[in-house]
Nanobody, 123 residues
């Protein structure tokens, strides 16, 4: 069974930090581009950040550049370090297999998605 499981969400104050993790089972995450996506109530799903399968090529949506960092480790896990969090970052965050465009210009999700983890940023 192929599964992606997100963890690390929670409630933080504006300016705080969270580190999300996406763990894979049933397949090796290194074989896929992996992306983080988010969806807030009443809003469209948005691609946040993606990382390539073969090297460190990354994608970030403009609103998180300079604040979020995506990375891979050697334990079949992809991480999203989120710093300087803002209330508008509040959403359910999902990881998924993804495909990246040339030079990391775009990223979209494919067939495999995790169940999501809630990130809430408020005073």
């Amino acid at each position: 069974q192929i599964q992606l499981v997100e963890s690390g969400g929670g409630l933080v104050q504006p300016g705080g930090s969270l580190r999300l993790s996406c763990a894979g089972s049933g397949f090796t995450l290194d074989y896929y581009d992996i992306g983080w996506f988010r969806q807030a109530p009443g809003k469209e799903r948005e691609g946040v950040s993606c990382i390539s399968r073969s090297d460190g090529l990354t994608y970030y949506t403009d609103s998180v550049k300079g604040r979020f960092t995506i990375s891979r480790d050697n334990k079949n896990t992809v991480h999203l370090q989120m710093n300087s969090l803002k209330p508008e970052d509040t959403a359910v965050y999902y990881c998924a297999t993804a495909v990246m465009g040339p030079h990391g210009s775009t990223c979209r999700g494919l067939a495999h998605w995790g169940q999501g983890t809630q990130v809430s940023v408020s005073s």
